[in-house]
């Protein structure tokens, strides 16, 4: 089970290789909103997403002659490249099990931090199943992209950070809006949080359709998508609540936040347009939330993680296309 | 003559208002330039680019009773935003002058920002005379883009987080690479860079046809371009260096460099896939030569300030789709 300590342990093992990412404001958001806006930008993070810090996390905390024999992950995109950074940054192989429908930019990407990309087909195969085989072929360690405790710790460095950086703002009591696949991110900053700056509340944002985590956060027991797949935000999805990530998320965080996907691509133009950052379908939905659900939100302020920026340019360009009014 | 002490005041004066902006840096375009690369986003700054130090470091050393009665400025876009938006953090009027050809995003959010917008045609009237015209008749005190010594302290701000930021990354000596309209934040770069990491050489980045600098910094006196407009980079488009900047700049900085069109627009799909962050084209110059101009470059680090990122959509789609395979 992650704790705060286990967090502020990867935070001091993540010193000087993950980024610190900025927080950021418009005052254009702020109007649409009908208050301050801030956005943690972690698709500034190194991979273009806050999965690289789990991923350093988890590979930093093995055991050496563990870690040498390499490690494997399966990820529909960000957490791959995550790891397959993390891995090369320590020395050692890394083999990412990836759908075979994932962005073109994602896979090859994965590939050129030196990864090897072993593709399956989302719908019809099991990726636990083939991880499971192939770590134990080849004696290599499972990084899981959320219900991994040490992956938990290195997304709750991003809470730190919201901590901190919230404080430097003067905001005491806030909703911090993070969008919410298996729920890592969303655990692991609350966790930070719940220790460093009570007054912040996590809420989980999710694309309509995939809203497995606010339906089980409602219902008090783990609920699952009836569709795996087929949504824009692809990064974010995932079958059902994590087993660990649950409980945590339960005890810690408000209700959730689900947005559509044309207000997905809608808060990615207004990135693009008021904060100069690149943000994916996926990545967008807490700021989505921030923009377009005041009014289940609290305060006078809100924070927003955009947790990813890997988005193929057709999609960037249709979204510039189709919301080129805001 | 800007000073480094005035630089120093102007960073007191701009703490807590001016965004620190992160160095960021990506394996895929280190592959590219052959060298270590870390970019300045400053596009990420508020207003979208640089200028916004510059003008708050210019609107606050006004006496308060001057201040009151307002600011005048004339700019092609980003001057004007930062202007705006500082009069306005300031509880005072701002009147802009703008050429009409500019960027309808800029003219929008200058407007947003508080500003009364004044349009002028770029190729048969004199911005300076329009704006020297409409301060006499108000009272204004007119902000010059960058023939200004406290807006050079301001944008000088940008090379104390330089000087700071390369070395906690190591970086001794390196070429800092700057995109350079009037020469105001080279300049003031340039000033702090003397002052804080001698080891570190400006070097004035431009788009072909508009190299005023470059080939002023060759042949030792103010050269004019023979346009005044129709460049891509209409943000760094100046008609000649400043005779403020100028001086400073043939005493401090290396060579110039110049860059395509192409190649700015390439550098700006680069930042997007490897960096998440939105760069225009004339903000994009300074990458683009620390990408691209590898064999004029000395060191095994450079560093590219990307200067603004106020580019409309339809551009930046363009710019993707063009530029597909990078």
């Known amino acids: 089970m ?11 093992r993540i010193a000087g290789q993950a980024r610190l990412t900025p927080l950021l404001s418009s005052p ?38 563990v870690r040498a024999r390499g490690v494997i992950a399966f990820s529909s995109g960000n957490h791959a490249q995550g790891v397959a950074l993390a891995a090369r940054m320590h020395g050692i192989s890394s ?57 938990i710790a290195g997304q709750g460095t991003v809470g730190l950070e919201i901590a901190e950086q919230a404080r430097a703002e003067g905001i005491e009591k806030a909703d911090v809006i993070v969008c919410c696949g298996g729920g890592g991110l969303t655990a692991g900053v609350a966790l930070a949080l719940e220790a460093r ?11 309509e359709g995939f ?62 347009n008021r904060l100069k950052i690149v943000v994916e379908p996926g990545g967008a939905v807490a700021l989505a939330a921030a923009l377009f659900r005041r009014d289940e939100i609290e305060g006078d302020s809100v924070i927003a993680v955009c947790s990813g920026g890997n988005v193929d340019p057709q999609v960037f360009s249709a979204a510039l296309a189709r919301h080129s009014d805001v």
Chains 1, 2 share one sequence.
């Open 211 to 272: 809203d497995d985590t606010a339906r089980s956060l409602k219902s008090g027991r783990i609920e699952r998508n009836p569709r795996l797949g087929g949504s824009l935000c692809d990064a974010i999805v995932t079958p059902q609540p994590g087993n660990i990530t649950f409980p945590i998320n339960a005890r810690l965080c408000g209700q959730g936040l689900v947005v559509s996907d044309e207000e997905a691509l809608e808060a990615m133009v207004l990135a693009y």
């Open 2 to 12: 992650t704790t705060i300590s286990m967090i502020e342990a990867a935070e001091e």
């Open 95 to 151: 083999v990412i099990v990836m759908p075979a429908d994932a962005p073109k930019l994602k896979i090859d990407n994965t590939r050129a931090f030196g990864a090897e990309v072993v593709l399956y087909d989302r719908e019809n195969e099991d990726r636990d199943e083939i991880g499971a085989r192939l770590a134990a072929a080849r004696g290599l360690t499972l990084i899981r992209p959320f219900d991994e405790p040490e992956v």
């Open 197 to 207: 700056a009570p007054g912040l509340t996590v809420r989980p944002a999710e694309p």
């Open 28 to 65: 254009f958001l702020d109007a649409i909103a009908g208050r301050r806006v801030f956005v943690k930008p972690e698709c500034l993070q190194h991979t273009g997403s806050f999965k690289f810090r789990g991923a350093w996390s988890a590979v930093s905390a093995l055991e050496p002659e």
